[in-house]
């Protein structure tokens, strides 16, 4: 018999990480055009759902994160996991400081 696999965790974005991704959204838009900037939000969204899916791990991060550093872009997803939820908490160009306000 095959193991059971682990029910994919939900996904919860924060106020601050969908306030990011509305102004990743609309830097794209301004500096690329719309097809870049769907590829963008397109690309962090699938990568947020990749984790939850596989219950990815990565590298750990301040209070209490974790961060994925995506390839494609130059974005990095920091989130927590609690039990079977996902919270995105931010997402952040590469450049920026963490918790910053």
């Known amino acids: 018999m095959s193991e059971r696999a682990e029910k994919p965790l ?3 974005w924060s ?3 969908l306030r990011d991704l509305d102004k990743i959204e609309e830097h794209y838009l301004v500096e690329s055009g719309e ?3 769907d590829e ?3 690309a962090i969204y699938w990568q947020a759902g990749r984790i939850g ?3 990815l ?3 750990p ?3 209490n994160t974790r961060e994925c550093v995506m390839k494609q872009f130059p974005y990095t997803l920091v989130y927590r996991i609690n039990g079977a ?3 995105v908490v931010r997402v952040l160009h590469q450049r920026r400081a963490y918790f910053n306000r």
Request: hydrophobic fraction near 40%; glycine fraction near 4%.
């Open 10 to 12: 939900e996904i919860i």
């Open 15 to 17: 106020k601050r990480a």
């Open 61 to 63: 991060g301040e209070n």
């Open 53 to 55: 899916e596989l219950r």
């Open 57 to 59: 791990k990565f590298r």
């Open 85 to 87: 939820r996902m919270t």
């Open 40 to 42: 963008a939000v397109d």
């Open 35 to 37: 097809r870049l900037a």
